[in-house]
């Protein structure tokens, strides 16, 4: 229905000088975990840059609970941004803050908390992801995983409704991968945050997501959309089929 729609992209070309992606159209349902997926070099990422409104798209609409991200007027702008938090592929912390201070830091840019109030939201953010006993630990004294756990906290720091995450399981083990799925799902249930994550990896898609998206580079198109079975199970072309069987390098 409508009203459970958070996310619309319409008729998006992606890119920066030139377009890697055209005509791209889908919609995100309030509480669900979207993936967008492809081959390296497909374009996931820029698209995700442009529903977070880091680059304008050269062509097409992004809307966040409505309000556009790029154009519309500056107010328009600004209530877009505040929907969401952003956690990158490389965690993107502060080397010289604590990871205390890296989440502290949305929260006193943008409220008018005092100190102690400040400390303890960001303490529970840190308490969500498993990392309160870290919070005196610097990025470089803490393990990947746990990095991508505070950038996960940061970007939740001021209770958005919608999640981006670019590759969150990107460079970690098994084991460690796995458990940031756990991870996101605990946050998209307790928190009832929406959750659109860029990936390729296919352990933590069939984990995760609830209904993705296929992109592809040679026709800077997208492929395919639907749940993870159903794209595995009845792939509409070939390379979809490569791409949920592992046959080749499918896109």
């Not at 497909?42 to 798209?57: E, F, I, N, R």
């Not at 939201?121 to 498993?130: C, F, Q, S, T, W």
């Not at 756990?149 to 670019?166: G, H, K, Q, T, V």
């Amino acid at each position: 229905m409508a009203d459970d729609i958070v996310i619309t992209v319409e008729n998006v070309c992606a890119g920066y000088e030139e377009a890697v992606l055209e005509n791209i159209s889908f919609s995100v349902r309030r509480g669900e975990v979207f993936v967008i997926l492809g081959g390296s070099g497909c374009g996931k990422s820029t698209l995700l840059k442009h529903m977070a409104g880091l680059t304008p798209p050269l062509a097409g609409e992004i809307r966040l609970m409505g309000d556009p991200v790029s154009g519309g007027t500056p107010a328009d702008r600004a209530r877009a941004l505040r929907h969401f938090g952003m956690a990158y592929q490389s965690g993107a912390l502060f080397g010289s803050m604590t990871l205390l201070e890296n989440v502290s830091l949305p929260i006193e840019s943008f409220t008018g908390l005092p100190s102690a109030a400040r400390r303890l939201l960001a303490e529970m953010k840190l308490d969500l992801v498993g990392l309160k006993e870290y919070a005196g630990y610097f990025p470089s004294e803490v393990s990947g995983g746990m990095k991508k756990r505070a950038a996960i906290a940061r970007a939740m720091a001021l209770d958005p409704e919608i999640l981006f995450l670019d590759e969150p399981s990107a460079g970690l083990d098994p084991v460690t991968a796995a458990g940031l799925d756990r991870l996101i799902l605990r946050i998209r249930d307790m928190q009832g945050v929406t959750v659109v994550m860029v990936t390729h990896e296919l352990a933590s898609i069939f984990a995760v997501a609830d209904r993705c998206v296929m992109l592809d580079k040679r026709s800077r198109g997208m492929l395919a959309a639907g749940s993870p079975a159903e794209l595995r199970d009845n792939p509409p072309c070939a390379a979809v089929r490569a791409f949920f069987n592992r046959e080749g390098d499918g896109v």
